[in-house]
């Protein structure tokens, strides 16, 4: 059954309207298109709308990743690491003030580069 704006999974609930919408768009083609499991397609369709919904907004969008030497912060779409720690706890501490002042979104990477948590989207 295709989610509608009045009827989608209970995860969505608390996204934007904008990202929610494009969530309801995104997981009904990886259902009904490309036979995704629902459970699948709720997880990829939010992560991938909030993306979407992000990158149109002209934000800045800041990646907390692994690096040869612990952590790097890296603006998306930039080869340079902005800020390199030891640990991913000191490098967090470091980037949110900076990832604020740019009124950016902050994306926090797992060690497998799976997303952990976003910050500041909306």
């Known amino acids: ?9 209970h995860s969505w609930k608390n996204l934007d309207k904008h ?3 494009k ?6 083609a ?3 298109e490309q036979g995704y499991e629902e459970g699948r397609a709720i997880a990829i369709a ?5 993306k979407t919904v992000n990158l149109s ?8 990743t692994t690096h040869v ?24 501490d470091k980037a949110k003030p900076h990832v604020t002042k740019q009124n950016g979104v902050l994306v926090i990477h ?9 910050l500041y989207e909306s």
């Open 69 to 92: 030497n612990g952590w790097q912060l890296k603006k998306e779409g930039q080869d340079r690491a902005v800020f390199v720690e030891n640990t991913k706890q000191s490098l967090a």
């Open 46 to 50: 939010t992560e991938q709308a909030k």
């Open 57 to 64: 907004s002209n934000r800045p969008i800041f990646h907390i």
């Open 19 to 21: 990202v929610r919408d």
């Open 1 to 9: 059954m295709p989610w509608s704006q009045k009827d989608y999974p």
């Open 110 to 118: 797992r060690e497998d580069d799976t997303i952990e948590q976003t």
């Open 30 to 32: 990886l259902i009904e």
């Open 23 to 28: 969530a309801i768009e995104i997981g009904n």
